[in-house]
């Protein structure tokens, strides 16, 4: 049985959520990638064991990780038993329900139906009676707010889940669900979007100032880019990378520009300036001026965790060093 490093709280850095009593460690683990039936579980049990000996509490799922959909829960729900059992009040397990999970009308976006049935299944695969924050994962255009927000609100009324969340929702959409569930009373805490130094589409739209404005934390997803933020493509796109192997739908080789691989290895010299990787550099922009309460981190390898985490050593950022990343990326 594993046994957690007893100094592991020591380093790591806990931001709260927004106005909530709920505390994330900066850095939190995905399991989007890497926890699959394709997956090694033996590495997958080191990067979950590795992550909370440094500290790091959160784990982030959602119904339809894999592959197939629902494996990563299955294996992550296997970890808990096998390593974490006696550690489970000490984590936080998130997940989410709202991309096609099953056939028919009822296997996706937000209806009732879908929401708690899908909550459902994920505790079963996990085997564990709560999560600690379950989301929404994306707005249903054909399911009234109210219908998908009272749904959220009674998996906490069940204990099913003790906070819940909203992911890639805009500013608009966030100040409908916020207006049903401050009528509810329910604890909403934490919106989950994508964002990193090469998107900023939250900042754009006002989102993140409105997180701010009605106290509810934000997790970035996404951080690095895909990847694109990291010593991967620093000397173009290699082979065996997400990109050069067509794995991923959100990055492919023709949505690499040579534009975007001359910036990089600008914001790669900064970094090196600042001492940093890239990626180190990636992650504590996100996480500067603490507007953003943790960023999402997946990995297939712990020494990609080791180097991530250094991130928070570094969060501050001069304003010629902003200016010199704003240049590199035209922004």
């Not at 296997?78 to 099953?102: N, P």
């Not at 909550?119 to 085997?127: N, P």
């Not at 993140?208 to 997803?221: L, M, S, V």
Request: proline share 4%.
């Amino acid at each position: 049985m594993y046994v957690a490093n007893m100094s592991r709280y020591k380093t790591m850095k806990y931001n709260s959520l927004g106005k909530s009593g709920l505390k994330l460690s900066a850095i939190s683990l995905g399991l989007w990638h890497n926890f699959g039936d394709t997956e090694s579980m033996a590495n997958m049990k080191n990067l979950v064991t590795k992550a909370f000996d440094m500290g790091i509490t959160h784990y982030d799922l959602a119904n339809n990780y894999g592959p197939p959909p629902g494996s990563a829960e299955k294996n992550f729900g296997r970890i808990i038993k096998e390593e974490l059992f006696h550690y489970r009040d000490e984590i936080i397990i998130s997940t989410k329900a709202g991309y096609d999970m099953w056939e028919g009308p009822y296997g996706n976006w937000g209806s009732r139906k879908y929401l708690l049935a899908s909550l459902d299944q994920s505790l079963k695969r996990m085997g564990i009676d709560y999560v600690d924050i379950f989301y929404h994962h994306r707005p249903d255009p054909d399911t009234p707010i109210e219908e998908t927000m009272m749904a959220l609100d009674s998996a906490v009324r069940q204990g099913k889940a003790l906070y819940v969340g909203i992911s890639n929702y805009n500013t608009e959409q966030t100040k409908g669900a916020y207006k049903v569930l401050k009528e509810l009373k329910t604890p909403f805490i934490i919106h989950q979007p994508s964002y990193s130094l090469l998107n900023r589409w939250i900042e754009e739209d006002g989102l993140i100032d409105y997180a701010e404005k009605i106290g509810i934390g934000i997790i970035a997803f996404s951080p690095l880019a895909q990847g694109l933020l990291t010593n991967r493509y620093i000397n173009g796109i290699p082979a065996d990378s997400r990109a050069g192997r067509g794995v991923s739908p959100f990055l492919t080789k023709d949505k690499i520009t040579s534009e975007q691989l001359d910036a990089i290895n600008k914001l790669n010299r900064i970094a090196l300036n600042r001492g940093q990787s890239l990626a180190q550099m990636a992650l504590s922009w996100v996480l500067r001026k603490d507007r953003v309460s943790s960023v999402l981190v997946g990995a297939s390898k712990t020494s990609q965790l080791e180097e991530n985490v250094k991130c928070i050593e570094s969060l501050d950022f001069s304003d010629d060093e902003l200016k010199a990343i704003d240049d590199a990326i035209n922004y």
